[in-house]
Every structure is written in C-alpha cells, then in structure tokens.
C-alpha cells in the first residue's frame, strides 16, 4: 500500500464511468441507455420502444380483462402471445439484418483505441442498429443484465439468465396454485405478499437481495439441513447434497413407520450414525494399508497431524467398537424408556418420569457452561478477564503448569458434554408424550431432527432443550394451547432457529456500531461524508434496525457497501461464503511454513475445541491465531459428534504497510490477554478492546519454527574471521571426505540428484526406494553460476571485457542472472526447481531485501589493468601440469589394509595444478585434525575395534597425501589459496556462485566432489558464525561433535533452494541460511529453529467477516474494482479490514496457504 487514509478513493475515474453504465442496465434488465459514446437520438427511442413493448401488451390484457370482456386465463394467454411474437420479430429482423451485413466489407483501418462497445450507426434501419437494439429487447425476454447479486467469479453453467425469470415463474406458480386450489389461508397468505414483492423485484434486483440460483440452491438446502433435519453445513457441495438427501430419506421414512417406538429406534440409530465423521468410512478398509504408509506430507497442502495414531484420527477398531457400544446403548436405553415409561408421562412435564430428566439436564447445562467458560481468557461473552487462566506465559512448560487444573476442569466438562449430555437428551425425548401423534408431517421431521441433534451438536440441544423446560416449568400446571400443540420436537425446531437468529442479530449489531463508531472516532478511518452518513444512520435508525433484522431473518451477509457505514442486505449464500472448493490458495515460497505447522496446530485445535477453550463452536467461526511474523486463519466448516472439519489459511507474511498496521493491533489486543500482571482490580479486569472484532481465546503449543535474523557486520568483515575461515573449510572438508568414504563402505549412498542438501536426510520410504549407488549422500543442489566455463577460460583478457555491462553494479554485489545453460543444466540433472507459484494480486514483484534467491556479487573493484581477464595458460608446454588421466595414475600403495577404505575415486587426482603449488600449500593441510577424525571414524568400518589397527590408520602416509591432495586441490580451485579476502567473495561461495579459477572446470566436471566441497564451505561458514556467537571451540572433539550436529540436525544452505522447502516440510530441527540485504548494504543470518511454541489464538466476529466478504465479492465482481490503493481495503484496526480481505478465497483474497479440509476428532 502506497497511500493510506480516509481520502483513498471509493472508486477510480474508470470505474465510476464504468459503474454507472453498468448500474442501469441492471435495474432496466438490459437496455444500454448510457452509452460511453454518442449515439444518433433514434437508438435511445428504439431501445425505449422495444422497452415499453412488453408492458404494452400486458397492459391490454390486463385492460381486456378489468372490462370482463376475457376471462383472466385467456387475457394472460393473450398477452403472452403477443409478447412472444414481438420477441420472435425481433430477433428474426436481428438474424435477417446480420445475414445481410455479413457480405458487406468496410474499408480503413480500424481504430483500436476506439471503445470496445462503440457502434457506427447509419441510419435508424441500419443493420448495425438493429444488431445494436436487439439484444436489449432479447434480454428481456430471455438473457439478464449483470447482476448485483454475484456468486460465481466465471458463470460456467450460464445460468445466470435463469435467474429473473425463475424468480418470477415461482410468483406465477404460487398465484396459480391460489387461484385453482380453493381455499387455503396459507397459500393466500403467501399470494398476497409475494403480489406485493412483486411490485418491488426491481429494486430487489438492483440491491442484490434476491440471490442466484446456485446460491439459493446451496443455502435452502444447508438450511434445512441445519434447521429442519438436525444435520450441519458440510465443508463441500457434493457432501452437501448427498447429507440433504440422506437426512431427507430419513424424515420421509419415519412418515410411514406404523410404530412409535420404530420411530424411536429407528431416529436414535440414524441420529447417531449420520452425526460421525462418514468421511472416514473408507480408513476402515485401508486400516492396514495406511499402517504401511509412509508418514511424510501429502500434496495438496495438509500434512497429516503428528497424532494420526492416537485414538479418533483415524477410523479404527477401536473407534468402531465405542461407537458400536454407544449406539447399542441409546438403542436399549430408548427402547426400554419409550416402552415402559412413555406411557404414563402426563401432558404437564412438572408431574411424571421426564420430571427427575428436566432436572438432570438443567444441572449438566450448568456444569457445562461454567466449566467452559472457565477455559478461555475472557469469560461473559468477552467482558470480564478470566481470574483462572494463566498470566504472564514465559514458556510451554510453565504454561502446561499452570494450565493443569483447567485440564482437569475440560476433562469432566468433556465426559458430561459427550457422553452422559446424549443419553440423557434421548431419556427425555423418548418419554415425551407427544411421540403418541407422530403421524403428521410436522411432527415426523420435528423428532428426527430432535433425535439428530441430540449427537450432531449435544451443546446446542442441551441449550435448546433448556428453555422448553424453562417455559414448562414456568407454566406450572397451566397449558399453553398454541405451544403445546406443536409437540416438543418442532418446539426444539423453533427454538433453535430463534436462537440462531438472534445470535446473528447479536452479532450484526455489534459489527454495524464498531463501522458507524469508529468511522469518526478513528481520525484515518474518518472520511469527509462522515458526519453525514452518521447523522443519516441515526435519523434513520429504525430503518437501519429493520436491515439489521432482515439480514438476520434470511441468514445473509450485512453487507457495508464499501466497508462504509451504508448497510445493505447481501444475498443469502451458504456459511462457507464461497463457492469453490476448500484449499485454494496464491502459494509463494513462505507457504511451507504454514503447510509445516497446519499438522501440529491441528493437533492443538482438536484439544482446545475437545476442552472449550475457544468457546462454543459453530460451522462458520472464523479464529485468527498469530505467532511472530505468521497470522493464522481457522475457519470451521463442518462439525459432528466428536468431530470437526476446519480449512487453516496462511497470511502473507511480506507485510503491507496495512497489513503491518493491523497486525500490530492484533499484537496489542493479545498482549492485554496473555501478558497481564497476576493481580488485577475491577477496572483492568475489563476488556478494553471489547469493541474489536479480535477476542483472544486460549494459547495453543504449537511446533513451529521461530524465525530469527542478524545483522553479520562485525562477524563477515573481520579480519581474524576471515583468516580463521581458511582452516575451518579445510577441516570441514577433510571431515567430509573421510565420512564420504565411511558411508561409501557401509553402501548407505544414494542419487545426489535427489538429494535433499545439507543436513536433509530422506525420509525411510525415499531410502528403500532408492538403489545403492556410488553418489554422494545427503546431497547438495547448488545453482551454480559456471555454465559458461569454458568460453571464460579460453578467452583472452580482451574478450573477457564482454562480460561487463553498465547494468553492473561496481560498488557491491547484483542479484543472479540464471542462464538457459543453467536450467538445462538443472532439468538434465533431475533437479526440480521450487515454483514459488502465481504472484499475489495487488503485489509488486520484487526481490526480497534478505535471502529469498541467490544472489551473487562481484569482486571488489581493482585499479585499472588488475586482474583484467583470465590468466593464460600454455596447456602444451609446461611440463609441470599434472596431465595424466585416470588410467595412468600411479598404483596407490597403502601401509595399512584399512586404508582401502578411505580411498578416494581417481577422478578426484586429476586437478590440472601444478605440484609445485600444492607442496607450497602443504602447510595448510590440518594433519592433526585428520588424524584426529580418522581415529573417530576408523572403528566404525573395521570389524573388529583395534587400536593398532587404528594407529596404523594414523600412520598411513599415503592415504594422508591423497587427502592432502584432494583438500588443497578444492582450496585452490575455490579460489582460496591466500585467504577469503572479502564478504561480496565469502557470499558469492557460499550461493554456489564460484569465479573463475585455474582448477574450476575440473572441480564442476566431478559433480560429487564439487557439492562436497561447496557443502564444506558452508559448514565452515557456520563454525565461524557459532564462534563468533558463542565462542572459540578449544578441543577436536568439540569441533568433531558440531560437524556431526550439523550434518544430523541442520540444513545450511539458501531459502531459494528446493532442499530448504523439503527441510522444512520434513521438519528439520535447525536451518541456517546467509543473506544479503541490498537496501542496507549489509549481510544477514538467518536461523530457523523448531520448537513448541505458544500460539495465541482468537475469536473473530463472523459476521463482520461474513459482510466484508460480501462487500468484496459485490466490489470486485459487479463494480469491477481492483484497484490495489482502494478504500475497502485499507487498514482497519477494529474490524481488520485487510487481513479478512486477504483471507479470502482466490480469486478475490490471497491466502499464501489453504489446506485441505481437516477432519480431526473432538472426543
């Protein structure tokens, strides 16, 4: 975001040209009466005439019929065929006349600057006049004009010009069924209404109140799914359907079971099974086949929860034999209840067997509601801070400690809500007297749902519940004739739809007065129309009040056009709010850190919503979780006995200047909550960010990765580091060498094309998959800048100037040019690149200021005439190259018989140095170190643990030279030989981007000794930053112990690099990665270290949520504004406007990571 504030414009020029052409031909159903050119004054008549057409002929069927002169019957038959005649006219002049164009051919070029809708009238009769007029009249008759009310980002079934015409057919089908069914007062009723809705279809239209087909199928059948069948809204449309359809099948069957207690039987079995999780009936039959499989990361986004194992993850033997043994419980407890104790309940509940149950079940509600409301960091809806909850969170453990007692508090709430909360419901329903008159419509479907919800959702039955038996017991022994009558399972249909609605109404209210408040109490939130629109919303509070309730009536969106405080009613539309499937996202190179931690957060969330901690849970609850730069979005899709069904989404983590305003809101908002002294009085009690749309709930331990980064000034550029460097990457190496060989010995090596980088390790499956081979293990792919190698080392000093562009940057280092020869290099090798995947809309592409790609960097600046192009070598003169290819090396003659083991591949003798350079860098071998790592290494490839043989392994002067050899070799080939002279060449080394050197070309060709060599590099690299950190290592050993560690525990290398995505995706404990920060000049560190972390997670208010979504949807969909700077999605630090906008699903919002639906267990 480039400019913020309340003067950021609703809509650009464009647009609002654009708006209003489109905005008439909406409320008119098509006629273009706003042209963004000039048009001859008879296409406006024409298009008026063609208009007023069908209201013409209805008028004179309607006169005809008002003078009796026809019956109504024919004077509708009457007018329609004459409308339907103008529209064939119509379209046959529009055919004839676009036949007769076609042969006529235009000369000049054309304009393309010209408006795409611009027409070149000619005359009133023309053929571009008629092509022109006639699709007005069409749309009238049988296409629409763009509808306010949008749902779908691409019409793919065409069914939007359905959409006026079914409305209106419904209007005339239930006039017709009133006119010829006789006499029935609720058809009458609903005559009357929909002949006066009539008048206002129009208006309905161009509000966007009545919704499109698709999302008036999907939310009738959601709705009563939920309301009139006991079920809940499914996480898909194809588990929409088929649960509708089911449930429906069951209502219908328990119309025509002759027995009660078949009723009873029959409901409480259905009830039950159609309330567990069905998505997992197909684990039961790969039970075994699931055991076998390998544990790693599914594609697509979800990695399966690190407790997949522990009961209820999965539908095993064990979860089929509790829920075999529940069901056969309920079934004999309601059988024997219903048989003999139905009987002689009287119609006064205070009398009678459901007397001691009405008790029982008012006590479990109590327990239930304070144990839950113990369990979060408010308690009273948001009020009051929660005395009991933990303060002052330090760290896990300590949180774990404090949290015990809360623990035991959520366990006796879970086995009074799951266990004792169903069996009870089922004692009081099968008792009721009313199960006597079953055999009516009303009846049927009010206990199948009673019987349903008693399992779907045992907290909201009990509530539901509870307040018949409040009413009951407030009658005494008076009857209520009108409530009485309905019987108990359509009074709980009644009651839970009441109470539902007005949950919204709540929830709406609060949403309305936080956007009229704060759009003058917050100075940037506060435009010049803002105390305008604050005086019209109170002059017109009534109006508002009755927008308020309507919108909840309908269960649809209160839509703030424009996030202003202009209330609307959006279309009503299913609880998910899109309608894509689940899991899209906009994923980037940071999607993995979302994908790593959705497995364990899964696992927390299933605690807490098993323990209440975030409070009662209801499919479409939005959660907001935040952990240091990382902001989670939960969102509960589905939700079923013992189950539950989320989506997680990632924000970005790049912040926008609004996204970091928001987020800084959200910080303060949980620091009030968890960060609190222990002792506090009445008023800082209080929840001061009451009015937020945040309410922090619980802190959640999670497994995620803390993310930390330093500033390497001091460590990079110091002298002493640098010299130090030189020893540490040649101990580093030599290490390597001899480990390279222990792992050849053992055959443990496998493809270094697949290899995972340094530290990566694959996971057992990857293992056994792969054939032994000589490779190098645990390899390291690194985008190396050397594809034109060879052209640079034959060049002369002249020639070499051609690399040099003024592009360069002289004074530092300059992001990476990858070349062609590089990817055809990396697609021949079987190296996969990482696809940071489609840009986000509204970003700017740029590159990251730290380590996001390898960027390489040029050598210091020299004086003029220094260092100008590449040395020259005489290749066939100089006696002293070491020329000898690999057949005509000397035999290797080892002292000790072990020593084989330790020998290298011949290829790696082979450098084109002379010997007189290697034995003047001789000094520099580490032959103590080697020594040293030998006698460790040594015993793990012997038979038999010798100490003569060990020393004789020591003493072996050969195997001693070829190392020497080999490691000097590497040293000269890198370009070390004297020292690493600066930072830009100690960077461009460690991306893999290595000058050109006399060595380089043989050191490439040997792809494993080249990764061993860089990889070594890197290790060194990390020694020197541990030391400067933490200082000096004294001992070998210490030294031998971190090279182990980081081969086990760490991945060193770039965050641009595929082995970095697969560490962190297989939970590697440590990453390192060395950046450079070209805004500042300076380079950087980065460390990833995997901890349990505390995760603070929130509540939301779902319907702000719900209208800023619809707000989106109209913006984007029908007014077509995309502007990156608009209004609706600057920073809103109360109802955090553009975190909900990036939240939404693609195409609209960007979430960097969307998983899968996750079913995970709530027992």
């Not at 009678?352 to 979060?376: D, H, K, N, T």
Request: proline share 6%; glycine share 8%.
């Amino acid at each position: 975001m480039v400019r913020m504030g309340p003067d950021v414009p609703l809509l650009n020029e464009y647009k609002q040209e654009f708006f209003w052409k489109r905005f008439p031909q909406t409320v008119l159903g098509g006629p273009r009466f706003k042209l963004g050119y000039c048009a001859p004054p008879y296409v406006y008549v024409n298009q008026a005439v063609l208009f007023l057409t069908p209201w013409l002929f209805g008028g004179v069927g309607t006169l005809l019929c008002q003078l009796q002169l026809l019956q109504a019957v024919y004077a509708a038959l009457l007018s329609g065929v004459l409308m339907f005649g103008a529209a064939a006219g119509v379209q046959a002049v529009a055919l004839y006349a676009g036949r007769q164009s076609g042969a006529v051919e235009r000369l000049g070029a054309p304009n393309i600057l010209v408006d795409e809708e611009e027409v070149e009238f000619t005359h009133c009769a023309s053929p571009e006049t008629v092509r022109f007029i006639a699709p007005a009249e069409y749309s009238l008759v049988v296409n629409t004009a763009t509808e306010t009310a949008t749902f779908q980002a691409q019409d793919t079934y065409e069914i939007t010009p359905l959409t006026r015409p079914l409305y209106i057919f419904i209007f005339i089908v239930v006039d017709l069924a009133d006119r010829f069914s006789g006499t029935v007062p609720e058809l009458q009723l609903a005559s009357q209404i929909l002949h006066v809705l009539f008048l206002f279809l129009p208006l309905l239209w161009a509000l966007g109140i009545l919704p499109p087909l698709d999302a008036l199928f999907l939310w009738g059948m959601e709705q009563v799914l939920v309301f009139g069948l006991g079920g809940s809204p499914m996480s898909s449309n194809f588990r929409l359907l088929l649960m509708f359809a089911v449930s429906a099948g069951v209502s219908v069957c328990n119309y025509f079971i002759p027995s009660t207690l078949g009723v009873v039987l029959f409901s409480t079995a259905t009830g039950f099974l159609l309330s567990l999780d069905l998505s997992q009936v197909g684990t039961l039959c790969h039970a075994c086949r699931a055991e076998c499989r390998d544990c790693g990361l599914r594609r697509g986004g979800s990695p399966p929860p690190p407790l997949s194992n522990t009961f209820g993850w999965n539908l095993g033997c064990s979860e089929v034999l509790l829920y075999l043994s529940l069901l056969l419980a309920a079934l004999a407890e309601a059988g024997l209840l219903h048989h003999f104790l139905a009987p002689a309940q009287p119609p006064i509940l205070i009398k009678g067997p459901q007397a001691p149950v009405s008790y029982i079940l008012l006590v479990i509600f109590s327990f239930c509601w304070v144990l839950r409301e113990i369990q979060g960091a408010y308690v009273f809806g948001g009020l009051f801070l929660n005395p009991l909850y933990p303060k002052g969170m330090s760290n896990v453990q300590t949180f774990k400690q404090k949290n015990r007692g809360l623990f035991i508090a959520a366990a006796i709430r879970r086995v009074l809500l799951y266990l004792v909360s169903p069996f009870a419901l089922i004692a009081f329903l099968s008792m009721d007297k009313s199960l006597q008159q079953l055999h009516g419509v009303s009846l049927s479907v009010g206990f199948t749902r009673a019987f349903r919800v008693a399992w779907q959702s045992s907290e909201d039955a009990l509530l539901q519940i509870i307040v018949i038996i409040i009413v009951r017991l407030a009658a005494g022994n008076n009857t209520l004739p009108g409530w009485d009558n309905l019987g108990t399972g359509v009074q709980l249909l009644l009651v839970g739809l009441l109470m539902d609605r007005l949950t919204q109404f709540l929830a709406k209210l609060k949403f309305t007065l936080t956007v009229l408040v704060t759009s003058w109490t917050e100075k940037k939130q506060r435009r010049q129309s803002a105390g305008t629109l604050l005086a019209l919303n109170a002059s017109l509070c009534p109006l508002l009040l009755a927008v308020v309730t309507l919108s909840a009536l309908l269960s649809a969106p209160l839509l703030p056009l424009f996030t202003l405080p202009i209330f609307l009613v959006g279309f009503p539309r299913p609880q998910r709010s899109w309608p894509g499937p689940v899991g899209t996202a906009c994923p980037c190179s940071d999607s993995i850190f979302y994908q790593q931690m959705s497995g364990s957060l899964a696992s927390a969330l299933r605690m807490a919503f098993a323990r209440g901690s975030l409070g009662s849970l209801a499919p479409g609850s939005h959660f907001l979780g935040r952990f240091q730069d990382r902001m989670v979005w939960i969102m509960i899709l589905e939700k079923g006995y013992g189950y539950c069904t989320v989506n997680i989404k990632g924000l970005e983590l790049q912040e926008t200047s609004c996204h970091t305003v928001e987020a800084r809101r959200v910080d303060e908002v949980f620091e009030a909550a968890f960060e609190r002294p222990e002792r506090l009085g009445f008023t800082q009690g209080l929840n001061l960010h009451w009015a937020n749309a945040l309410t922090p709930c619980a802190a959640l331990a999670v497994r995620v990765y803390s993310d930390a980064r330093n500033v390497l000034s001091g460590i990079i550029d110091s002298h002493d580091n640098l010299r130090k460097l030189q020893d540490d990457f040649l101990k580093a190496l030599v290490w390597l060498l001899l480990r390279y060989c222990v792992r050849k010995h053992k055959g443990s090596l496998w493809s270094c094309d697949e290899g995972t980088g340094i530290g990566g390790r694959k996971s057992q499956s990857s293992q056994r998959a792969q054939t032994t081979g000589n490779q190098l293990p645990d390899a390291i792919v690194v985008e190396s800048k050397v594809s034109s190698l060879r052209f640079r080392q034959d060049s002369s000093s002249l020639t070499s100037l051609g690399d040099w562009s003024d592009e360069d940057d002289l004074f530092g280092p300059q992001p990476a040019r990858r070349t062609v020869a590089l990817v055809t290099a990396e697609a021949q090798s079987g190296h996969t690149v990482l696809q940071t995947g489609a840009s986000l809309p509204g970003s700017v592409e740029m590159d990251s200021i730290f380590e996001n790609m390898a960027i390489s960097a040029l050598q210091p600046l020299q004086p003029l005439g220094v260092g100008i192009g590449m040395p020259a070598v005489d290749k066939g003169h100089n006696p002293e190259v070491f020329k000898e290819s690999p057949g005509s090396l000397r035999q290797l003659n080892f002292s000790c018989p072990q020593s084989e083991v330790f020998n290298l591949p011949t290829g790696w003798r082979t450098a084109p140095l002379l010997p007189s350079r290697l034995l003047q860098l001789r000094p520099l071998f580490p032959e103590d170190w080697f020594r040293f790592a030998l006698s460790q290494l040594g015993p793990v490839v012997q038979s038999e643990t010798s100490e003569d043989m060990t020393k004789a392994l020591k003493e072996d002067e050969t195997l001693r030279d070829l190392h020497t050899q080999v490691a000097l070799s590497c040293l000269v080939s890198l370009g070390a030989e004297s020292a690493f002279t600066s930072p830009s060449y100690i960077y461009r080394l460690y991306c893999g981007d290595v000058p050109w050197t006399e060595g380089l070309e043989w050191l490439s060709s040997s792809k494993e000794l080249y990764q061993l060599a860089l990889r070594a590099f890197r290790f060194s690299f990390k020694l020197l930053f541990d030391q400067a950190s933490l200082g000096p290592m004294e001992s070998p050993e210490e030294m031998f112990s971190a090279l182990e560690e980081y081969e086990r525990d760490w991945y060193i290398g770039l965050v641009s690099e595929k082995g970095w995505h697969d560490s962190v995706l297989q939970e590697k404990p440590f990453l390192f990665s060395l950046g450079h920060d070209l805004s500042m000049g300076t380079y950087t560190g980065r460390v990833l270290s995997l901890q349990e972390q505390l995760v603070q997670v929130g509540r939301l208010n779902g319907e702000g949520v719900r209208g800023q979504w619809a707000n989106l949807s109209w913006e984007l969909l029908y007014a077509t504004n995309d502007d990156e700077e608009r209004y609706s999605i600057q920073a809103h630090p109360f109802i955090l406007r553009n975190l909900t906008v990036q939240a939404a699903d693609p195409p609209l919002g960007y979430p960097i990571y969307s998983s899968a639906p996750l079913h995970f267990p709530c027992l």
